[in-house]
């Protein structure tokens, strides 16, 4: 009878995984009915718990993969039927990165990685990479987010900036790098683990946009406990599997006033006695979240 055990995948190409299972990194199969069983999302991913069996002392196959508590996903590209593309499965935190400087934060873009981290009860940190670049002071985005409630990290991965408190964050957690390309994740991902040594590329000059430089996620174990992935670049990102009816949920400021709305079902957009948009008129919610909020509506609907 094959031996099992239970391991964390670190590592997914075609046809094979790396496992940890017990501190050692092994290379594994996946189990022929497992791969021919119907379904509409990866099958196994970095993050994933998953069962190994030993048939014998030098192979190992993956027998079963184990439920996510999360998952981190986007909608495949192309056309035809949406289906999803889980990137990294039972994450902790997802470490959204942007930059001062080029390329300029997108707060739309902003918006999405965080309605998909409250959808999926992942916690978010917003991390602003090359604070060499920052101007003094907080600038005003940042004061309303941190408002929401979501902690923001200036760091500098060439000068060290506010790089004690990012480790600090990530211990005991699996921790994601998300973000456009450009800002850079690779960058800092070589500070806290210099040993991997992560290609990085320059800002197109011409499109101020990063150029993809990661191509393969990995899930990297940290010296101090936890572990890292890090992600190929994402410019766009559609919500996956999101009801419309829960969007305001996933915007904590908005949630707090959906309740006192006249109508149940309000969608926040144009109801009378509608609590939300007397408090975006008032001040009480930001304008510039408001108009993401029904922009992912708009999404939605079409």
């Known amino acids: 009878m094959a031996k099992t055990m239970q391991g964390l995948v670190v590592r997914s190409t075609a046809g094979f995984v790396e496992v940890l299972v017990d501190g050692e990194v092994v290379r594994a199969t996946i189990r022929g009915r497992l791969k021919n069983a119907p379904r509409t ?19 190992y ?9 999360s998952r981190f996903s986007r909608r495949q590209p192309g056309r035809g039927p949406h289906k999803e593309d889980v990137l990294v499965a039972n994450l902790d935190q997802l470490l959204i990165t942007f930059c001062h400087g080029r390329p300029v934060l997108n707060t739309r873009l ?6 998909i981290a409250e959808h999926q009860q992942i916690q978010p940190v917003i991390v602003m990479n090359k604070a060499d670049l920052s101007e003094p002071g ?9 408002s929401i409630g979501y902690p923001v990290l200036t760091v500098s991965a060439g000068t060290g900036e506010g790089m004690d408190a990012l480790t600090e964050a990530l211990q005991d957690k699996i921790s994601a790098f998300v973000g456009p390309s450009g800002v850079g994740k690779s960058s800092l ?4 683990l210099p040993s991997l040594d992560l290609d990085i590329a320059s800002v197109s000059e011409h499109h ?4 993809h430089t990661t191509r393969v996620a990995s899930l990297h ?15 766009e990102l559609a919500t996956w599997e999101l009801p419309i009816e829960h969007l305001d949920r996933c915007f904590p400021e908005l949630a707090a006033y959906r309740d006192q709305c006249a109508f149940r079902s309000c969608s926040h957009t144009h109801e009378p006695q509608c609590a939300v948009i007397d408090a975006v008129n008032e001040g009480a919610i930001d304008r510039e979240r408001y108009e993401s909020y029904v922009r992912l509506r708009e999404e939605a609907n079409a």
């Open 189 to 192: 991902i070589n500070r806290i």
């Open 61 to 69: 196959v993956v027998a079963e993969v184990l439920p996510r508590k």
């Open 110 to 115: 902003l918006d999405r990685f965080l309605v």
């Open 208 to 211: 101020g946009k990063g150029r």
């Open 221 to 235: 174990t940290l010296p101090e406990g936890g572990f890292l992935a890090d992600t190929p670049g994402i410019r």
């Open 41 to 59: 999302t990866d099958l196994c991913v970095i993050g994933d718990q998953v069962i190994v069996a030993q048939p014998d002392p030098r192979s």
């Open 138 to 146: 907080d600038p005003t985005w940042q004061r309303v987010y941190e």
